[in-house]
């Protein structure tokens, strides 16, 4: 089951942040998950999104 934030790596070069919950038959590695989720489908969009990833 995919959730609303999840952050996976499907095959070995493709990173994916999830923004709805649904059921999936592929398989993904979890990596993590981004907190407070709740309006990524609206920050996200249609179109194309870059993501950065700090260390704090």
Known sequence: ???NGDLM?????TLVVFY???AS???YTRL????HP???A???GNGD???RFNQK
């Open 42 to 44: 609206e920050i996200l």
């Open 25 to 27: 038959p592929y398989s």
């Open 49 to 51: 999104v870059e993501i």
């Open 9 to 13: 790596l499907y095959g070995s070069k």
């Open 32 to 35: 993590g998950k981004v907190n």
């Open 1 to 3: 089951m995919i959730h």
């Open 38 to 40: 709740e309006k990524l």
């Open 20 to 22: 709805q919950i649904f």
